[in-house]
Structure formats: C-alpha cells, structure tokens
C-alpha cells in the first residue's frame, strides 16, 4: 500500500482504514502480532488484516463486521487525527482542479497542518511532482512528516519548519501552484510570487473563513500583479435516501353505491422513494481565492 | 523535481497546438492554423502571429484581423480620474448624457481607434460622468471596456478551462455537468497516476479529457463507449502529447455482457464482421468504377487510348491490385482494430480496475451495475447524473446488491464573490443545475468465506441492528 499506489493485499507495515460504518472510519497501523479494539470486538493484525485483500469483510470477536479498505487521501481525510482544523474534501476537489494540479505539478503549501490537503496534493502531482509544505509549529511538522513516512510518500514532499511569511517556502521560481491556509495569507502573497515559476507563471489558492481575510488577500494579490482573482464558495449536500409514505385524505364517498368495505381497515397512501436534506448541514467552511501569477 | 530550466519552447505557440481564446470569463478552443480565420466574440482574426509568442500573452486585434501581442506594460491602463461625486441626487436620466453619437462612434472604430480610445472618448463627452461617484465610475468603465475591447488572450488547454468553457457554452453537450461538480468527480473516483481507470460519458470527451490529465499518461484509461464509435472532441482539445494516447483504450458497452458471460471470442467474431465488412467494401468499389477513373488524371490519359486491348488489360489488372490493396490496407485496419479491442477485453477480464467514473445521458442505474463488475474491491466508483432521481434508484440497487459500502448522493453549490474595496458581496447563486453524484466504495462480494467459523459461536450477529443504529 501507499497513497499514491494501490495494491490489493494488506501488508505488516500498511495503513488500513476500517470501515466501522457510513459514518465512521479508523486508520489502523498494520503490524504482526498486534490488536486493535473497535466497539464490534477486537481485530487481530496477524490473522485478521495481514495477507487478506482490501475490500475484505473482517468479522471480528464479539461477531460483529467491518471492512477493511485500501487508503486513499478521502478516506484519510475523515479518518486523521486532527492537530488543527481540516480542509475537506469538497474544498479539496475544488482546489485541485482550480490550481490546475496534475502529475508532475510542484507545488507549495502552508501549513501543513494536519497534512489533510497535503495527500490529496501528493495523490495527484504523484509520481514525478513535488509538494514544499511549510509549517511554523515544529512538533505538527515532525508529525506530518513522520505520517508522510509511514504513508510511503516522503519522497514526494519536504517539509519545512518555518514560518511562510517571514522565511517563504524555501525554494523560489519552481512552483506550479501555491496554497495557502493561514490567518494572514496577505504577508504570504509575496513569497508565494517568488515561489512560482517566473517565465510560466502559475496559480495561487488562498482558504480564508473570514471576509476581511479575503478582502486583505484581494488587495495584496492585484499591488503583486495577480490576475483572473477570483474568490469562491463551494458547499457540499448530502442526500439521504428515504422511503416515505404520505397518506390520502378521504374526501368521502362521491357516489351512494360505493362499496364501504374500501378503507375501512387501510388508511390509502403513496409510498414513493425521495431524499432529504440533512437537519444541520456545515454552511460555511471558508472562502476560496484563486489568482494567476501572469508570466514575466 | 526542482526542474528549473524553464523549457523555453515549451512555453511558447507552436502551429497545430490545440489552446484557449480567453477574454474576461469567455472561452473558445481553437486550433492554431495558418490563414485560418477565427471568430470569437463578434470579431474575426487570424491567428498566424499568435506562432511563437509565449502562452498566456495577450494579443490586440488590429485591422485585417491580425494580431499583435500586447506588451506587458500596455496591460496596465491609468484611467485616473479624480474627480468623483458623492450621491446621484442630481444626475438626471435625461438620455442625453452622451454626447457622443451612434454614428461618431461608429466613425470612431473605423479610425482604427483602440478600444481604450473609444472610451477614454465616451468618458470626455459624458457629461455626467464626472458627477458619478467613483464605485459608479468604475463601473461604467467596466461596461464599457466589455463592449470596446479588443483584447484576445491565448491560453493553454486545461481541465479547469475546458470545464468551464463548457459550461458557458455549450452545457447540453456535457449534460449540465459543473466544473465544480467534476472536480467533484475527479477527486472522489481517487484519479491518479498509474490506475486503471473506467470511463463511460457522452460529455464530448470532457470527463475522459480530465481524467488522462489527472492520470498525466501513466496508468490506463479504459472507455467504454454506447453506439459505432467513442467520442473524443473534447478529448483533442487538451492537446495531450501522443504518448498519452497510448494508455487510452476503448471497448464497445454492447460488448459487455458477452465478456462477462465469456462468450465473447473475439477473434471469432471479428473475422465475421471482417469479411462482412470486406464484402461491403467490394461491393461498393464494384458500383463506383466511373467514378474513380475521373477522380484520377492517369485514367483519363489512359481513356484516349481507348481500343487498344493489351493496354485495357493492363488497366484492368491494375485495378484490380489497387483494389486488392486496398482491400489488404482495410484488412489490416480491422485487423488492428480487432486486436485493439481483444487487447481491452483482456484488461477488463481482469476485472481488477481501480477506478469507475460515469457521466452520460444514458440511465446510470444498467451502466453502474454492469461497470462494477470489472472493480477491484476497496476502490472507488462516482456517477454523475443531472437528475437526483435516477441516483436514487442507482442506491436502491446498490443496497440490495450489496458488495459496496460509502455510498452517498451529493451536490455542491458553488458561489461566487465580488471583492473589491467597500463593494464585497456575492455576484450570483449556482444552485442545482450542476447535476447529482452518486459515489461510494466497491467492497468484496458477500460469500461463504465471510460468515467464518467465529460467526457460528455467536449467537446473535446483529449485522441489520449495526446498520440501522448508525444509519
């Protein structure tokens, strides 16, 4: 297994996801001998993981089941251990069409945060691209990239600990797209232009939440030369498939010789299939500004 | 990586490079060709000096429909005008703002003036533009510059320009898809480098397009297409170097059963539609003999000489080579074709793909359950239709067929801002036209092997509770 490369047999070392159920997934570390506890029962690595294929149905002690699926940067996504607050993957698709990525894009990023954005970023420029990511706190940057390690991605991505808008992302004039989280993405704008190719040029995605931030962003993308800036919100709804009945009123008899014996017993209904929105759904993650450097 | 030489002819206009006309948010894909006359936007150019230039330049047209590229500089334009007003209390539409007629306007653009020319002159004989307030003022200038400039920039192909040139063109040939909800798309199939990746869409190409770009020519795209052939418009206007036709196969979806069922030979069946295809071909050349010695100046030669029997003879025979070779060169051509197809059979016989994408006009609900068949299990799979409905019935089945678990139907709404200083707000609502999703992981199939012995000594699974609680 590896991120950036299906394989179909679990191995001792691999990530696995555990499907518990629609709602809730665990990233499981393969190793010999070990266990793992889920509310169906325990999972033994040995016997019940290593050498089975992904995709498996994995029935565990107290008799009940879970899935066993291969990693990707989705499932990863609502998986991870949160040391921040995380981009999802609804904002993840959009700025990965957006930035143009694809294989053999560098790009760089910061922060890096939980790295949920970053394998997303990895799955697509994989396997001749490169991800600079940079991160100011130094134990969220030894954590991630101790994940890129395990996640058999490391050789696509160098992590640095320093802080974007003081020090850059480290490398200058290489840089196919650049994204940034931060709370002051304007001190970054410069950096993020000397990041970018200088001849080709490229794309710029800032993540805001607030307004204010993305007004400040604006204004220092256009005194940088940034063109086509556009700022944008995408909004995920989820529809949940129901069976619903909706019952007949009985408007009476129209005529006298109506036999009586209909719906005396059955209330008369249609049942049809439909879908409902969920009762609270996320409205706001934040605002997405994209910009192109123009070529020089 | 680190690569920073900044290949120079990469980066510039080559004749025969498929790109992208772009002025503001209007996109049209072209061709670069000589002498070949382009319209876009109500005005017509050519595009021979756009050879050569880098990517991204933008171009002014110029009398002749010729084009010439505009200096970075020039882009810049200090229309400052510093006079404002404060409200609109006293400007009165009286329509005679404009001092400036149709006609002078018209005689204007026959100078050859500039677009910017024009209206830095509508300004001067606007009488209340100075009484405008500044946001006012930007705004006329705006619109103005909308309906004046001439301006065309070239732009390299990609999926986020195609897709959005799509959508503002010609959304019917892409069943409404959004450029939000592909990336959708793209994303939750898991798309990447080195998978085998199964495509089936009537979006012109654009879906299939997207996904070679995301898997950048390593892996395999398999397309499965309804019908005599699969489309591929949209595909060419990526510009793909040849290299990425390689990982690109096709098979026929009328072929699909009968590869599930085994019952496709291929070789078989093919050297029937061959020769039925040879016999045809024969016929028709039978039919047409006339025709072919006028097309050809040589025969004509030879008609003069008409009488002499050797040299008819000859004639004769040499048409008939012809039309041997002919024959042969057709053979050969199925021939390929056959073992191109035979070659597709046998990556999907694998039944080992790692990825499903369906975006067409047709009922997802068949195609969805015949393509999953050829999935791995732990893979991805995302349908899009711009109907709901036909997504719920495409659930139903799924969970009476089980072998799948994630499924969920989705949409997005995507909105845009406005940013600018004091006038931030929304510009418009996107909502429901992007169509519906249906995504989810394949699973393996239910059998024998997953009820194991450690099911037999407990005495009440509670499998159909697990799933209710947490539903």
């Known amino acids: ?296 | 990586m680190a690569d920073n030489r900044e290949d120079d002819c990469e980066d510039r206009i080559k004749e025969g490079d498929y790109v992208v006309l772009k002025r503001g948010e209007i996109f049209k894909a072209v061709q670069i060709q000589q002498r070949k006359k382009v319209i876009f936007e109500k005005q017509w150019f050519f595009l021979d000096n756009a050879v050569g230039q880098l990517y991204s330049t933008t171009f002014e047209i110029v009398s002749g429909g010729t084009l010439q590229p505009q200096k970075l500089e020039d882009a810049e334009k200090p229309t400052d005008s510093k006079e404002t007003g404060t409200d609109n209390r006293n400007i009165v539409d009286d329509g005679k703002s404009q001092k400036l007629t149709r006609d002078d306007i018209e005689v204007l653009k026959e100078q050859g003036l500039k677009g910017q020319e024009i209206i830095q002159q509508l300004i001067e004989h606007s009488t209340t533009f100075r009484d405008k307030t500044e946001y006012s003022q930007d705004k006329y200038i705006k619109k103005k510059e909308k309906k004046y400039k001439n301006t065309v920039t070239i732009v390299r192909p990609s999926c986020r320009i195609l897709a959005m040139m799509y959508n503002g063109r010609e959304p019917g040939k892409i069943c409404h898809l959004r450029y939000d909800t592909l990336a959708q798309m793209l994303t939750l199939a898991n798309v990447h480098a080195g998978s085998k990746v199964l495509v089936f869409e009537t979006c012109a190409g654009l879906v299939l397009g997207s996904v070679m770009e995301r898997m950048g020519g390593y892996g395999s795209v398999i397309q499965m297409y309804p019908g005599g052939g699969p489309v591929r418009a949209g595909v060419e206007s990526f510009g793909f170097p040849s290299h990425f036709h390689d990982m690109l196969h096709e098979f026929p979806i009328c072929h699909v059963n009968p590869l599930l069922a085994g019952t496709l030979d291929a070789t078989a069946k093919d050297s029937d539609a061959d020769q039925k295809k040879l016999n045809v071909a024969a016929e028709e050349e039978q039919n047409q003999p006339g025709a072919e010695q006028q097309g050809s100046p040589e025969e004509d030669s030879m008609d003069t000489n008409a009488g002499d029997d050797a040299e008819q003879d000859q004639e004769k025979m040499e048409r008939e080579k012809r039309k041997e070779a002919k024959a042969q060169e057709r053979k050969l051509k199925l021939e390929e074709k056959q073992k191109k197809l035979a070659a597709t059979a046998t990556l999907l016989e694998g039944r080992n793909a790692d990825g499903l994408v369906i975006a067409s006009r047709f009922h997802p609900c068949p195609v969805l359950l015949g393509l999953l068949k050829f999935l791995s299990p732990s893979r991805p799979f995302v349908v899009y239709s711009q109907y709901k409905e036909a997504l719920i019935e495409c659930y139903t089945k799924l969970k009476e067929r089980g072998g799948t678990v994630n499924l969920k139907i989705t949409d997005t709404w995507l909105r845009h801002y406005q940013v600018l200083p004091n006038r931030t707000h929304p510009v418009l609502m996107m909502s429901g036209g992007g169509g519906y999703l249906l995504s989810g992981t394949t699973v393996a199939a239910d059998s024998s092997k997953a009820a194991g012995s450690e099911r037999a000594q407990e005495p009440a699974p509670k499998r159909l509770k697990l799933n209710d609680t947490e539903g």
Not at chain 1, 81 to 95: C, E, F, K, S, V
Not at chain 1, 175 to 183: E, G, M, R, S, W
Not at chain 1, 208 to 232: K, M, N, W, Y
Request: charged residues 20%.
């Open chain 1, 1 to 296: 297994m590896s991120f950036v490369e299906y394989s179909d047999f679990i191995q001792d070392g691999d990530v696995a996801i555990v499907y518990l159920s629609h709602n809730s997934v665990m990233p499981v570390k393969v190793q010999q001998g070990a266990q793992t506890q889920t509310r169906y029962g325990v999972i033994r690595h040995s016997t019940d993981l290593i050498g089975q294929r992904y995709g498996s149905k994995v029935t565990c002690s107290k008799g009940g089941w879970v899935y066993v699926l291969h990693p990707t940067p989705e499932l990863w996504t609502v998986a991870l251990p949160h040391r921040t607050q995380i981009l999802y993957t609804t904002d993840i698709a959009t700025i990965t069409m957006m930035l143009e990525l694809k294989p053999g894009s560098v790009v760089c990023e910061s922060g890096t945060g939980s790295g949920s954005l970053s394998h997303a970023i990895l799955r697509t420029i994989a396997p001749t691209g490169h991800l600079h990511t940079v991160e100011f706190h130094q134990q969220r940057a030894e954590k991630v990239a101790e994940e890129f390690k395990e996640h058999r991605v490391d050789h696509l991505v160098t992590v640095r600990n320093q802080d974007v808008c003081q020090d850059g992302f480290g490398v200058t004039g290489v840089a196919d797209a650049v994204f940034l989280d931060i709370p002051s993405p304007w001190e970054a704008v410069g950096h993020a232009k000397a990041a970018l190719k200088k001849r080709a040029g490229g794309r710029l995605c800032s993540f805001s939440p607030c307004i204010e931030q993305v007004q400040r962003t604006c204004d220092a993308l256009s005194d940088h030369g940034f063109e086509e800036i556009d700022t944008l919100e995408v909004l995920l709804r989820v529809h949940e498939v129901r069976t619903v009945s909706l019952p007949l009123p009985d408007f009476g008899s129209d005529s006298e010789e109506a036999p009586p014996a209909v719906g005396a017993t059955e209330h008369p209904s249609v049942t049809m299939k439909t879908t409902t929105p969920p009762r609270r759904m996320p409205g706001h993650t934040g605002y997405l500004t994209f910009a192109t450097k123009p070529r020089s």
